[in-house]
């Protein structure tokens, strides 16, 4: 069974910051694969990021980054120059049967 | 627009009911997976369809079942409802893993 920790449920950062929202993960899968979902008030899912677990380079899409520390189990997500509208609950998951969420991170943006 | 869609939005009814959930994945998606977000459990996986046959189960309540026709959209079914079942329910699609899920827009439950 694959399990998800974020160990912040909650984040106050300054706009134009960096943000860092740490995921760490359980799996007895060689082969895995792990994403980055961002839910905004409206409710929707969207899709952020994807690490392959054999990838060799750490994933990158626009602002965002995954930090992979494969030994340590680690996907955390990186914001570069955050954004008002970065203002969300972030959720890190993992492949198995369907995907295996954490409990999120609520992320404020402050002005 | 995700391309995936879910209907209905909302949807209120009463214990005891039985309700029905519909989903069309994106075009050209094979797979269609259920996953059910309340506050108490989070979100959790239900259950995934690929071309109509399923193919793997999460935490599905026997009350609960799905299944996907030919045209690819599917179904989830909700009986016996409990005010627990409350929740948001999503569908998602995928054609590759590296291009992530494709979740609905959710069918946001409430049972009274």
């Known amino acids: 069974a694959q399990k998800i920790t974020q160990t912040q449920p909650g984040m106050f950062v300054q706009e134009k910051e960096a943000v860092t929202l740490d995921c760490t993960y359980d799996?007895?899968?060689?082969?895995?694969?792990l994403f980055w979902y961002k839910q905004p008030s409206s409710g929707e899912m969207i899709f952020l990021i994807y690490?392959?677990?054999?990838?060799?380079q750490n994933a990158t899409e626009g602002r965002y980054s995954l930090n992979f520390q494969k030994a340590r189990k680690s996907a955390n997500l990186v914001i570069s120059a955050s954004q008002l509208g970065d203002s969300a609950m972030y959720f890190c998951?993992?492949?198995?049967?369907?995907?295996?969420f954490g409990k999120g991170t609520h992320l404020i943006i402050q002005p | 627009d995700s391309g995936v869609t879910q209907t209905p939005k909302h949807l209120i009814t009463a214990t005891g009911q039985r309700v029905t959930l519909r989903c069309s994945p994106r075009?050209?998606?094979?797979?269609v997976y259920w996953y059910q977000q309340s506050l108490d459990q989070g979100l959790q996986f239900l259950i995934q369809?690929?071309?109509?046959?399923?193919?793997a189960k999460g935490n599905i309540l026997e009350r609960f079942s799905a299944q996907q026709f030919p045209d690819l959209h599917s179904e989830l079914n909700l009986s016996s409802l409990e005010l627990g079942d409350s929740a948001l329910y999503f569908c998602?699609?995928?054609?590759?893993?590296?291009?992530?899920?494709?979740f609905g827009s959710g069918t946001r439950l409430t049972v009274v």
């Open positions: 799996t007895s899968d060689p082969s895995y694969g």
């Open positions: 998951a993992i492949f198995g049967d369907g995907l295996t």
């Open positions: 998602a699609s995928s054609t590759r893993t590296v291009d992530g899920y494709t």
């Open positions: 369809y690929y071309n109509g046959e399923e193919r």
């Open positions: 690490q392959g677990s054999y990838d060799q």
């Open positions: 075009s050209g998606d094979l797979s």
